[in-house]
């Protein structure tokens, strides 16, 4: 977003507010909080980032398993502290995720200024069954000047939880970029690419099962595991049981740039995962010019409207592997007498490309100047 | 440039371990400190990180070395000149003994408390110490919770000192300005 967006601003600064969990009993808890408000002064400094933004890095100290609305509070305090007592001088301010960082903007934004939240945590749900996360979470769509969705699956539920903020709740994409293409297009579906973590919600055991099917009929298939996650150990006894250790690859996770390198690299992005809000992966997977096969788990069904059989082939969200299996052999004929990813990446461009997500986002942020935006653009704070 | 890591709980492995690699291959110096190395074991640092513990370092200071000499060496080689022949195993059992009983009582119970309050900067020194040979230590890299407080009572040990270390979060969010300004 800061990508996007930066460039169209007079500056921008990034606050990315990293929780870091250790386990803490509650006077620990106390002391090296006391001590991060002596570092962060110390510690914090802004450095170059993307699209000319200048990006501050601040350590929240956090307890293992505190809730979200104490965890809510917890960013509110240390970003504070980090910004000496005084509030983000920022004349907009826009926050990921409505808690903790849409709660710690809100409350250190200055006086004045129009503070914006999007979500698009997959783990809502979890907040919203806490009451005191929840309590927050409503005066926090009470008293942001906007608030954002980046799909439906994510709208619905805060539409459902919170009736009475329904109208508020708009929509806008996560931005995707489209300049760097592949040197060559795909030819064959044959180097499979997984990227995400490697956990339940994801669906990589059925992958797994569904690549040795795959593999038994065509030996040349190839798959790339890109994440860590709690069944990375499990996910490589089982291939090796399979006999599949020659044939997939767990790289462990990597760098955003290298992730979009090994999209250049591979022929077909499998994303069988079980509920995405969004799946900004197989968007930036279309992006590269690559097939995607993809579960219907909601934010992809949405992204891929109206172009779903030109950019790959959607499966439903099944307990098995054969799902995936029969999905990619479709996928496979149908490739054969050629797919459309180019009318497919035009119209994603359209829809989540960086000019179309950035003047969206100027729209809202500078409703005055949106026609030329020759004011208000001289300071945007985001916070990440 | 010398660059030392405090990640005393070991919550970041992964990006204690990413960062010092990436230290090491821009030609830093790096030392680690670890709370405890056990924790660690299973960890891969990069070749040229130097690891140690805080207590490690703080051990390096003359009147430890002395209490070690005293409690330890002298009573280890006392036991090896006696325990010849038929009295080794007795000589080691003895010596056993007294190191878990009395020895390791006295270090923890008097040696250690009268040491920091007598010296109490004395850790902070030695941390220091190990990269002043080099040019004196250039960037503190905090990589943890609990190392925060720790890290924020080295600072103030070294509060005063002419080329006190820039501190940061992570190497990413400071190494580039540094980095150059070496």
């Given amino acids: 977003m800061v990508d996007a967006t930066a460039p169209g601003c007079d500056s921008m600064d990034v606050y990315h507010c990293d929780t870091w969990v250790s386990r803490m009993d509650q006077h620990t808890v106390e002391v090296v909080e006391a001590a991060n408000r002596t570092l962060a002064p110390l510690a914090v400094r802004s450095v170059p980032t993307v699209g000319g933004a200048q990006l501050v890095h601040l350590a929240v100290t956090t307890p293992r398993s505190q809730q979200f609305g104490p965890l809510a509070r917890n960013h509110e305090r240390q970003l504070r502290a980090a910004l000496g007592g005084k509030p983000i001088d920022a004349p907009v301010v826009h926050a990921h995720v409505g808690l903790p960082g849409g709660w710690a903007a809100l409350q250190n934004a200055r006086p004045g200024a ?206 098995n592997a054969e799902s995936i299996s029969e999905g990619y052999w479709r996928l496979r004929e149908r490739f054969e007498r050629g797919l459309d990813l180019r009318h497919a990446q035009e119209v994603l461009a359209g829809r989540y490309g960086y000019e179309a997500v950035a003047e969206a986002h100027y729209r809202l942020w500078f409703p005055a100047s949106a026609q030329g935006r020759s004011e208000g653009t001289e300071c945007a704070g985001a916070l990440d | 440039m010398q660059v030392l890591f405090l990640a005393l709980d070991g919550s970041r492995k992964r990006a204690v371990l990413e960062e010092s690699a990436e230290a090491v291959s821009n030609g830093a110096r790096v030392m680690v400190v670890v709370g405890k190395k056990q924790a660690w074991a299973g960890a891969q640092f990069a070749p040229g990180v130097v690891v140690t513990t805080l207590a490690a370092l ?58 920091r309050r007598l010296w109490p900067d004395a850790r902070a020194r030695m941390v220091r110490a190990v990269f002043e040979a080099h040019g004196g230590l250039d960037l503190l890299v905090v990589s943890d919770a609990l190392s925060v407080p720790r890290a924020v009572q080295l600072l103030g040990a070294w509060a005063g000192n002419e080329a006190a270390p820039r501190v940061c979060y992570g190497l990413d969010y400071d190494a580039p300005r540094t980095l150059s300004s070496r």
């Fill in chain 1, 114 to 319: 129009r503070v914006f939240v999007t979500e698009h945590a997959t783990y809502l749900d979890r907040v919203l069954a806490e009451p005191e996360a929840r309590a927050l979470y409503d005066e926090l769509l009470h008293r942001v000047d906007g608030f954002f969705a980046v799909g439906d699956p994510i709208r619905n539920v805060l539409a459902a939880e919170f009736p009475h903020h329904a109208d508020k709740i708009q929509q806008i994409p996560n931005p995707i970029s489209f300049d760097t293409q592949r040197a060559a297009p795909v030819t064959a579906l044959q180097r499979w690419l997984f990227l995400g973590g490697l956990i339940p919600r994801k669906g990589v055991a059925w992958l797994i099962e569904a690549f040795a099917q795959c593999h038994a009929k065509d030996p040349q298939l190839k798959l790339t595991m890109v994440g860590e996650g709690e069944l990375r150990a499990q996910l490589t006894e089982r291939v090796a049981e399979l006999g599949l250790s020659d044939s997939v690859e767990f790289l462990g996770a990597v760098p955003p740039a290298q992730a979009l390198t090994l999209m250049r690299e591979h022929d077909l992005l499998v994303h069988p995962s079980r509920y995405e809000t969004f799946g900004m992966t197989v968007v930036e997977a279309v992006a590269a010019g690559m097939p995607v096969l993809v579960t219907r788990c909601g934010g992809p069904e949405e992204t891929l409207a109206g172009i779903e059989e030109d950019a790959g082939e959607l499966i439903d969200v099944e307990e």
């Fill in chain 2, 58 to 115: 703080e051990a390096r200071h003359l009147p430890r070395r002395v209490e070690h000499a005293v409690l330890y060496r002298a009573p280890r080689a006392t036991a090896r000149a006696v325990g010849r022949g038929p009295l080794r195993g007795g000589a080691r059992r003895v010596l056993k003994s007294y190191e878990r009983g009395v020895a390791g009582r006295l270090h923890r119970k008097v040696f250690v408390p009268l040491h």
